[in-house]
């Protein structure tokens, strides 16, 4: 069993950064991928980044060249870097993870993800 525990989120105005960190615990197999979404109220659960063991990376549209999925294999940790946030990037973003790679053109749908974390708040104010 896997568990995935996030920190990081908060509040920033338009413009600025943050950094989320997820603690991968338990073991997953050697092929793997992991994945950030993202959700606000009212809408679907939206994939952000995904990054697989065997360095298959996908990045939403919205986020290209602003935010950057990269994984400490020391710490067990995945994070995501957003930089250049914008009042849309407001949301509830949750990190995944799934055993074997299922193909990169659905690295950033939802339901491809087995492990979940609880999530954590991020606000971006105009």
């Known amino acids: 069993q896997v568990q995935l525990r996030e920190s990081g989120g908060g509040s920033v105005q338009a413009g600025g950064s943050l950094t989320l960190s997820c603690e991968i615990a338990?073991?997953?197999?050697?092929?793997?991928?992991l994945a950030w979404f993202r959700q606000d109220v009212g809408k679907e659960r939206e994939g952000v980044a995904a990054?697989?063991?065997?360095?298959?990376?996908r990045y939403a549209d919205s986020v290209k060249g602003r935010f950057t999925i990269s994984k400490d294999n020391a710490k067990n940790t995945v994070s995501l870097e957003m930089e250049n946030l914008r009042p849309e990037d407001s949301a509830m973003y949750y990190c995944?993870?799934?055993?074997?790679?299922?193909?990169?053109?659905?690295?950033?749908?939802?339901?491809?993800?087995?492990?979940w974390s609880q999530g954590t708040q991020v606000t971006v104010s105009s």
């Open positions: 995944a993870a799934r055993n074997l790679n299922p193909g990169w053109y659905v690295l950033l749908q939802a339901k491809t993800y087995t492990f």
């Open positions: 338990g073991a997953t197999y050697r092929q793997h991928c």
């Open positions: 990054l697989c063991s065997d360095g298959d990376t």
